[in-house]
């Protein structure tokens, strides 16, 4: 009899409501991973910010699509679609880091279905300590607290995963070719989320994985002399951030006179920063500056590939004992000493 199997999808979760906003945004700040202080100035920070940002940005940007967040929604949709393309034994379970349903619910979820065998999927294509690697502390945390000691395995990263790279191609292209149609020849965006610098240079291999997927996409898109290239969103605070903004990047499309498709190849559902962030404010910022043509590709969400994707790397993994990339090897160069196959019995409870 096959083992029964839980497959734990994991995402940022969002506020599901107005009133959920600044104890999300706390939970958020208040991760180790996120902002590197120690407890009390972290508190007090996190606490300040959520205060601040509960009342402000957060709270407008929320407001512009009904008061909550829609991820938690997209991502059961995903759930269900992925459930669907795999064995009846396999039961897909979505668990979110910052926001309810949060791990130590769904350990109690996973054991009362009476799984004999885990394996972790995170819903980050490009892994980073910022995302993946909280979520899996924060799991073990929970698994720790509830004395649960089912065996499980995990799916780390899959920058390069074929089922990821069609969907994305499939989502970019219907739009590359409605520009055309408008008379528009655009530069291709890839808008992922942003890092602190000092995040990348104590060895997290995220940018060095976005650019890879940004790379490989642009090649699969087979588009001839396809003008292209990299940014990054969300920045918050004052640190030094990785660049070129997207803020920058649309100034400088100004300036060349070339329209913009941005495809935020970094996430793979829609959420505030995909419908709110780019959808309306850096089209407005576009619009300002002299933008002639503002484009914006679907994120890969159900669609059918990359579910399948997932389906795949979700089946292959039973040769692994422990960890399982999309790749046969380390995927990182050595620089990246965060790299999940580096670090990953050595990650520590949350």
Known sequence: MSKKTAIILFNLGGPDSKNAVRPFLMNFFMDKNIIRLPVPFRCLLAWVIAKKRSKRE????????????????????????????LPENYKVFTCMRYWHPMAAQIVRDVRDWGAEDIILMPLYPQYSTTTTRSSLQSWKKACFEADYTRPSRMICCYPLNEG???????????????????????????SAHGLPESIIKDGDPYQWQCE????????????????????????VGRQKWLGPSTEQALEKAAHDNVPVLIYPHAFTQEHVETLVELDIEYREVAEK??????????????????????????????????????TANCLCPEQFDKCCMREYKDISLS
């Not at 503002?294 to 960890?323: E, N, Q, W």
């Open 58 to 85: 957060a709270k407008d940007s929320y407001d512009e699509i009904g008061g909550f967040s829609p991820l938690l929604n997209n991502t059961n949709l995903q759930a269900e679609a992925l459930e669907e393309m």
């Open 164 to 190: 990821y790279i069609t969907a994305s191609v499939d989502q970019i292209k219907p739009v590359y070719e409605q520009a055309r149609a408008n008379g528009h020849t655009p530069r291709l965006l890839f």
């Open 212 to 235: 890879q997927s940004a790379a490989k996409i642009a090649e699969s898109l087979d588009i001839e002399n396809l003008d292209w290239q990299i940014c990054y969103q969300s920045r």
């Open 289 to 326: 500056i002299g933008v002639h043509g503002y484009y914006r590709a679907p994120t890969v969400g159900t669609h059918p590939a990359f579910i399948k994707g997932l389906a795949d790397m979700i089946l292959s993994s039973s040769t692994h004992s422990d960890i399982a990339p999309d």
